[in-house]
């Protein structure tokens, strides 16, 4: 199959909302989400004026994604709890869910288990905000929904490429469309106005010593994706596992034991997740 | 133990674990044989999947975890780093099965 024209790419990623595809609703947050005048108030009130989003607001927000002690009952307190950042990558997580779950077996468990990896990791290292890290893991792939939904045809023959050749979905995306998912991935989220760490660690989730800002996050979603996919979670594409960059593995410097009790917790998150996301 | 969505539940499976309402009331004892009756309650309940005992379901067994970790790592550049991570799998995985 030819390769896809790489600007001809970049718009059909840019002009993703538009597809009839995109739920209503994720078509106005990302209106919301476009102006930069929106408010934490703004953000609330539109989560409560949708019953169906506000239950998958709680739901999502009471999973072991988030991971929060006690139980969270109401919209206004989760958006004073979490602030904006977190609530617009919340209601993103909650809108391409199901996307996630259309256009790819086995990437909504993979993207989830990276999720509450990045978390666990995040505690350990001691960052301030673990659930940006829970919704930077979860988020992390959204460039291979934008290449599925655009160029499913490519996709499937890049899928085989990653199969015959023995190499990372990654390699074989290069191969195809010019570019891999993580810059699709950028795309898109500057497109919709994603927060800014969101936006680095998406681009750079495979090569993290690229990241300016956020190089400790980005390393974190990296490690979680190799350990999610060297567990046998989910799904991401192919059956390889991608190189650890030694520079992420340096920065985060986590010992054998550390990421034995991150996988022990992962274990019992998996089984208490996969119960309240079954459909 | 394997989580079984409510769906493919059927008359005659044993509950491995109790069923609790919100505030962790046992409604249903651990080792419970479920019936058609329950298994309506159940639903009615809004449960999305139960632990149930035995075979029953897609858990596997270590051997197979292994052998599924090895073919996952075969195509992976032999690289220090990549082994040390391999080998911090492994040896979670036969803490999953206890160290037997």
Redesign the interface.
């Known amino acids: 199959m030819d390769r896809v024209d790489i600007n001809t790419i970049r718009s059909s990623i840019e002009r993703l909302n538009a597809l009839p595809t995109i739920p209503n609703i994720l078509k106005k947050l990302l209106k919301l989400l476009e102006n930069p005048s929106t408010s934490l108030n703004d953000i609330g009130h539109f989560i409560s004026h949708d019953p169906i989003i506000t239950t998958k607001v709680l739901r999502m927000i009471n999973s072991p994604i988030y991971g929060f002690p006690g139980r969270i009952y109401s919209v206004n307190q989760a958006v004073i709890l979490l602030g904006l950042n977190v609530v617009k990558g919340l209601l993103l997580s909650v809108s391409v869910f199901d996307l996630m779950k259309k256009v790819m077996v086995g990437l909504w468990e993979h993207s989830l288990a990276c999720a509450i990896t990045s978390r666990l990791m995040a505690k350990k290292k001691g960052l301030k905000e673990p659930e940006e890290s829970s919704i930077a893991g979860l988020l992390h792939d959204i460039g291979k929904v934008a290449l599925l939904l655009q160029f499913q045809e490519y996709y499937d023959s890049v899928m085989n490429l990653a199969e015959k050749k023995?190499?990372v979905i990654m390699e074989a995306e290069k191969e195809i469309f010019g570019i891999d998912h993580a810059k699709a991935g950028e795309w898109m989220a500057e497109k919709w106005s994603f927060p800014k760490n969101l936006i680095e660690i998406i681009g750079y989730h495979h090569r993290p010593n690229l990241s300016k800002i956020f190089i400790v996050e980005t390393s974190i979603v990296h490690l979680a994706d190799?350990?999610v996919?060297?567990?046998?979670f989910g799904f991401a594409g192919d059956?390889?596992?991608p190189?650890?960059n030694?520079n992420a593995?340096t920065i985060l410097g986590f010992s054998?034991n550390d990421?034995?009790d991150i996988?022990?917790e992962l274990?019992e998150s998996m089984?208490a997740a996969?119960?309240?996301f079954?459909e | 133990m394997p989580r079984i969505p409510i769906d493919m539940i059927t008359p005659g499976m044993c509950l491995a674990e109790p069923v609790t309402n919100e505030n962790g009331l046992v409604l249903i004892n651990e080792g419970t044989e479920l019936t058609e009756t329950i298994i309506e309650k159940l639903k009615n309940m809004n449960l999305q999947s139960l632990r149930i005992k035995g075979e029953s379901g897609p858990s596997n067994t270590k051997e197979e975890m292994l052998a599924a970790l090895d073919e996952r790592f075969k195509r992976v550049k032999s690289k220090p780093l990549m082994i040390t991570i391999k080998n911090i799998i492994k040896e979670h995985i036969e803490e999953l099965y206890g160290s037997g």
């Not at chain 1, 996919?229 to 046998?232: L, N």
Request: aromatic letters at 4%; hydrophobic letters at 40%; proline letters at 0%.
């Open positions: 023995g190499v190799i350990l996919r060297a567990r046998g059956n390889s596992i190189n650890i030694d593995w054998g990421i034995k996988l022990k274990e089984d996969n119960e309240l079954i």
